[in-house]
């Protein structure tokens, strides 16, 4: 495969067309352009950029130029040229040995990326809180208590005393309702980490903004 030296040449179009557009303009001489004169005064290598929608009209299928393009051939990785498709240009960086544009020619880079856990600088993330208090309460309970008495009969001063005697001590009861006193207030601490955060793990697109030409690149006539 044949190995070109790349330079880069960014060419304007000048001339005036009153009351034309640049684009309109190349559409009026498309037919000019494509039966044309080569214009072979670029050195051979030389890579340009076209922005027009007639370049499909100045070169063939197999990607060689006509016309006004005779010598030139578009960079699709045909007929020996470098593939630009859907690519920048970076400038070669020869001082730097472990720069990854040391080489022509060499390719790198992706249009989307997803981050791994190996992008990410080490982090947690940590939390704390206290819970709501609760818990204060008390118990109603029967309380029955008992007495010795003496006397006969049966002894009966309501619902909160009886008893029953038959002239020995006998037990005189006692029954009450009472609740208890109100305890048990509490609350709890807690700290922790979590492990596991929210995402969706979605691609980022890696281009900056951008605008679609082609590479032609310059063989020789």
């Given at each position: 495969?044949?190995?070109f ?12 067309v009153?009351?034309?557009?640049v ?5 009026q ?31 063939n299928?197999l ?8 010598g030139w051939?578009?960079?699709d990785?045909r ?15 020869t001082?730097?040995s472990?720069?990854?544009y ?14 791994s ?5 080490p982090?947690?993330h940590?939390f ?9 309460h008390?118990?109603?309970y ?12 049966v002894?009966?001063t ?14 005189l009861?006692c ?23 929210k ?5 980022i ?9 082609a ?7």
């Amino acid at each position: 495969m044949k190995i070109f030296h790349i330079s880069i040449l960014f060419i304007s179009l000048l001339f005036y067309v009153k009351g034309e557009n640049v684009e309109e303009y190349l559409k009026q001489n498309r037919e000019s352009i494509r039966n044309g004169r080569a214009i072979n005064n670029f050195p051979r290598g030389t890579i340009l950029m076209i922005s027009s929608t007639e370049m499909d009209y100045w070169f063939n299928i197999l990607g060689v130029g006509l016309g006004e393009y005779q010598g030139w051939y578009i960079c699709d990785g045909r007929n020996g040229t470098p593939d630009l498709r859907g690519r920048f240009l970076v400038g070669r960086d020869t001082f730097n040995s472990n720069s990854d544009y040391s080489s022509n020619g060499k390719i790198g880079g992706v249009e989307k990326y997803s981050l791994s856990e190996d992008h990410l600088p080490p982090h947690d993330h940590e939390f704390g809180g206290q819970t709501k208090g609760n818990g204060d309460h008390s118990h109603i309970y029967d309380d029955i208590t008992y007495a010795d008495c003496y006397g006969s009969g049966v002894i009966d001063t309501g619902t909160r005393f009886r008893g029953i005697s038959s002239g020995s001590p006998n037990s005189l009861a006692c029954h009450m309702t009472r609740t208890s006193e109100r305890s048990g207030f509490h609350s709890h601490d807690f700290t922790g980490k979590t492990n596991v955060g929210k995402g969706k793990s979605k691609v980022i697109d890696n281009r900056p903004p951008y605008s679609v030409v082609a590479y032609v690149i310059y063989k020789g006539i």
